[in-house]
């Protein structure tokens, strides 16, 4: 079983240099060694960050009521319709989705599938053996789109999953006027960074239609990220979708946000315990890596594939829309302290409520 910097030291040797993508690939997804797959309580207090499901379980509650929603205007004439949630980590959202419907929507839970997409043997087992989800019968694991096909209906999602995909980094020669890629080697036996000059046609399309007049102001060694996995991910995603929503809570800019003049080394982050570095190279395995989303670029992947864009706005207006929804039917109409602390923190700028963002298209 090989960790993680072994298996990049390897690759490096045979080929000099390898993209940050795959360097991020290897630390993160390794197998049984890769930070993902090793660390089974990364999230919350106690882990590396807090995530809006670490918050508590009104996440879900608000997501499940909105769901409800939406299989209620699907459900009309169709096969069972099913709830697919595609990076699940733990199971606790699913679990709390499936608690609140169960609950609330006995009608809806007893005709619906909750199926959870996750590739890694590891983290499925981590799924499966959760208390909170062993007394769901009508959960359902599958390790990719494909093997849950040939149609799917009902609501896809994702709660930050996009920002794990590995990502591409490219940074701007200014002197000489043109990109190249962010590649890691070796000097000695620590990992430094080195260019990959790459013609234009390699470019993605992204970089490639960039204005002239931002170019002439952008500083040398100007870095930003392209995402292709994510992009890939999101439009098979959409392709597989036969009829119902495809929804992504993560943060994120838009193409226009993602250029800053206060953020020229790109939005790439690692974290530990709660500290955010720039030593992206660090511990490879140990801590994890994370890139702001283009919501743009997967956007624009969607809808390229024949979906139609209803939303996409901020996590708060998103979870206050459902909120003012659900009151007039008196459901959260009377949070208690404890609910009400995690919707602040969920919606608040100073907390999770600042970079989140929401995409909902439709088939």
Known sequence: ????????????????????????????YCPETGYYEKK?????????????????????????FQFAK?????K?????????EAGAHDGKLAADILNWLQTNRPDLFSAMEYIILEPSPTRRQWQQENPDLVPFPNVRWYPSLAACRPTLEGILFSNELLDAFPVHRWGWDAPGKQWFEWGVALEGENFRWSRIPHPASRLPRSILDLPSPLLAVLPDNYTIETSPAAETWWREAAGALAHGKLLAIDYGFTDDEMFSPARTKGTLRAYHRHHVTDDLLANPGDQDLTAHVNFSAIQRAGEAAGLRTETFCTQPQFLTRILARAVPEKIFASMDARQVR???TLTHPEHLGRAFRVLVQSR
């Open 342 to 344: 995690q919707f602040q």
């Open 76 to 84: 009309t004439g169709r096969e069972t319709l099913k709830i697919i």
């Open 70 to 74: 939406w299989l209620d205007e699907l």
């Open 40 to 64: 089974k309580d990364n999230v919350g207090r106690q882990g590396d960050f807090i995530t809006s499901v670490s918050v508590g379980s009104l996440f879900g509650e608000l997501l499940a």
């Open 1 to 28: 079983m090989k960790m993680p910097t072994e298996r990049i030291r390897e690759e490096i040797g045979q080929s000099g240099v390898i993209s940050f993508a795959r360097f991020m690939e290897l630390a993160l």
